[in-house]
């Protein structure tokens, strides 16, 4: 067989000194040949370098930072001038490339002087490439500026981004990372943008999962968008939704949460009681702590009885809130007074609770309202802080409590065991996948399926979801 010599791409000499450069792409960024192109054609290069969407920046700046190794020394002289924020910053004409914000800048601010801006870049891409750097800036000194409208960028957070141009190494402080960020993607900063997503990932808590998703949607970071849901899913039952802190978050991101499949809850009622402290919280604004349960129970029981808070003008916007619990999966006499006796549902939703549960115990135990397993399963969780045997007792009272008993001599159930922990800023996940069992009372059939996991992770979040099909 004969073997295909790979295509070649055309080129075309530059200049006369014989420099050849690629006709298809006539911007890659390659200064020294589009100088010579532009004196061999006559073409304005002036005019050329104000269109700057026609530039490849990101190309350029990865020519114009190919030869610096260092930052420069003590005694170079800053040879840009950058007037921001009531401020001027002195730079070095090398680092300030690393910002495609403050390339694009310097290539139009070079473009407005009487010199051929070619011919000055020229200067300083033979001073860089020789051996010995000059002691004084080949290139005259441009002043460039720039205006900020971002609320989020303060100066210390724009003086730290300035920093990184000159330091990859630069230590982010967490009380100013917002800054930082927002710092980061004004300037095209794409390293130290990275970095701050990086640290805002591992910095989530309850004091900061606000503004980090905000931010997060702000500038379309999908991973920080993800790692803040995915924190919230695990963390908004058992950690947030006992703090104040709980009113800071958005209703959409809410919303959200309550829909996944992955989300941890001790049980549906705990559930509840998150939602009806989260609408407490945005209806009282000047709490500083969050109060107890009867309190919030006691605040929706206080409204005229002619009307429930969900249909009134003040709890409607809240309603998309609780279409996304699952009531039904509340079964627990005291619990089910409390939904009656506060006056915030409808009517219409406590008629269709109470009938499906007395439909479910006239038949056994079957669900038949209830056919998916990842959104109307009915979950049950633990957390576990320490490592225990099947065989050990010390679990919580709320595990050996009872509550009615089918007289069947075997159930059928479609169940899921889940099991989630945090190791190294990812998150693993466990789990049995859907499977459908009958349960009897007999020995061999009244085991489950057995989920087994090796992790490090400490605590591990640990969910039971059922539904009880009809059989």
């Given at each position: 067989?004969?073997?295909?010599?790979?295509?070649?791409l055309?080129r075309?000499?530059?200049?006369?000194?014989?420099?050849?450069?690629?006709?298809?792409e006539?911007?890659l960024?390659?200064?020294?040949?589009?100088?010579?192109?532009?004196?061999?054609?006559?073409?304005?290069?002036?005019?050329?370098?104000?269109?700057?969407?026609?530039?490849?920046?990101?190309?350029?700046?990865?020519?114009?930072?190919g030869?610096?190794?260092?930052?420069?020394?003590q005694d170079?002289?800053?040879?840009?001038?950058?007037?921001?924020?009531?401020?001027?910053?002195?730079?070095?004409?090398?680092?300030?490339?690393?910002?495609?914000?403050?390339?694009?800048?310097?290539?139009?601010?070079?473009?407005?002087?009487?010199?051929?801006?070619?011919k000055?870049?020229?200067?300083?891409?033979?001073?860089?490439?020789?051996?010995?750097?000059?002691?004084?800036?080949?290139?005259?000194?441009?002043?460039?500026?720039?205006?900020?409208?971002?609320?989020?960028?303060?100066?210390?957070?724009?003086?730290?981004?300035?920093?990184?141009?000159?330091?990859?190494?630069?230590?982010?402080?967490?009380?100013?990372?917002?800054?930082?960020?927002?710092?980061?993607?004004?300037?095209?900063?794409?390293?130290?943008?990275?970095?701050?997503?990086?640290?805002?990932?591992?910095?989530?808590?309850?004091?900061?999962?606000?503004?980090?998703?905000?931010?997060?949607?702000?500038?379309?970071?999908?991973?920080?968008?993800t790692?803040?849901?995915?924190?919230?899913?695990?963390?908004?039952?058992?950690l947030?939704?006992?703090?104040?802190?709980?009113?800071t978050?958005?209703?959409?991101?809410?919303?959200?949460?309550?829909?996944?499949?992955?989300?941890?809850?001790?049980?549906?009622?705990?559930?509840?009681?998150?939602?009806?402290?989260?609408?407490?919280?945005?209806?009282?604004?000047?709490?500083?702590?969050?109060?107890?349960?009867?309190?919030?129970?006691?605040?929706?029981d206080?409204?005229?009885?002619?009307?429930?808070?969900?249909?009134?003008?003040l709890g409607?916007?809240?309603?998309?809130?609780?279409?996304?619990?699952?009531l039904?999966?509340i079964?627990?006499?005291?619990?089910?007074?409390?939904?009656?006796?506060i006056?915030?549902?409808?009517?219409?939703?406590?008629?269709r609770?109470?009938?499906?549960?007395?439909?479910?115990?006239?038949?056994?135990g079957?669900?038949?309202?209830?056919k998916?397993?990842?959104?109307?399963?009915?979950?049950?969780?633990?957390?576990?802080?320490?490592?225990?045997?099947?065989?050990?007792?010390?679990?919580?009272?709320?595990?050996?409590?009872?509550s009615?008993?089918?007289?069947?001599q075997?159930?059928?159930?479609?169940?899921?065991?889940r099991?989630?922990?945090?190791?190294?800023?990812?998150?693993?996940?466990?789990?049995?996948?859907?499977?459908?069992?009958?349960?009897?009372l007999?020995?061999?059939t009244?085991?489950?399926?057995?989920?087994?996991?090796?992790t490090?992770?400490?605590?591990?979040?640990?969910?039971?979801?059922?539904?009880?099909?009809?059989?």
């Open positions: 067989m004969l073997r295909q010599n790979p295509p070649r055309d075309r000499i530059c200049g006369v000194n014989d420099r050849w450069r690629f006709p298809r006539p911007y960024g390659d200064l020294l040949g589009l100088s010579q192109l532009s004196r061999a054609t006559g073409v304005d290069i002036d005019n050329e370098l104000k269109i700057l969407d026609r530039l490849h920046i990101p190309q350029l700046q990865k020519i114009l930072t030869s610096i190794k260092k930052k420069p020394r170079t002289i800053a040879d840009v001038t950058l007037d921001c924020m009531g401020f001027k910053w002195e730079l070095h004409q090398p680092q300030l490339f690393h910002s495609g914000t403050l390339t694009k800048l310097y290539l139009c601010a070079l473009s407005q002087k009487n010199t051929d801006p070619m000055e870049l020229e200067k300083f891409l033979r001073g860089e490439s020789s051996k010995e750097l000059p002691k004084k800036s080949p290139i005259k000194k441009i002043a460039i500026s720039l205006k900020i409208n971002d609320p989020l960028v303060t100066k210390t957070a724009f003086a730290t981004a300035l920093k990184s141009l000159y330091n990859k190494e630069t230590e982010v402080h967490m009380e100013e990372v917002l800054g930082v960020l927002a710092s980061a993607n004004i300037l095209q900063f794409p390293d130290l943008f990275k970095k701050c997503v990086s640290l805002m990932k591992d910095g989530i808590s309850p004091c900061t999962i606000q503004t980090y998703y905000l931010a997060a949607c702000k500038y379309k970071e999908e991973l920080l968008i790692a803040c849901e995915k924190w919230l899913e695990m963390n908004l039952v058992p947030i939704g006992r703090q104040i802190y709980l009113r978050i958005p209703q959409e991101l809410l919303q959200k949460v309550l829909k996944s499949h992955r989300l941890f809850t001790f049980s549906e009622f705990d559930l509840l009681k998150t939602a009806l402290y989260w609408v407490y919280l945005q209806l009282n604004l000047k709490l500083h702590s969050i109060p107890i349960y009867e309190t919030v129970l006691a605040f929706f206080s409204f005229p009885k002619k009307c429930p808070f969900l249909e009134r003008e409607q916007k809240f309603l998309p809130v609780f279409h996304c619990l699952r039904h999966g079964t627990k006499g005291k619990d089910l007074e409390d939904i009656k006796h006056n915030f549902f409808p009517e219409t939703w406590i008629v609770i109470l009938a499906n549960h007395y439909h479910a115990l006239e038949n056994g079957d669900m038949f309202h209830v998916d397993l990842s959104t109307q399963a009915i979950r049950f969780g633990l957390l576990i802080n320490q490592r225990i045997k099947y065989s050990d007792m010390n679990l919580p009272a709320a595990v050996c409590e009872r009615p008993v089918s007289l069947r075997e159930r059928l159930v479609k169940y899921e065991i099991a989630q922990s945090l190791v190294d800023g990812s998150w693993q996940e466990f789990s049995t996948n859907t499977l459908t069992q009958k349960f009897g007999i020995k061999s009244s085991k489950s399926h057995i989920l087994k996991i090796e490090v992770g400490n605590p591990i979040f640990v969910t039971y979801a059922f539904i009880f099909p009809t059989s």
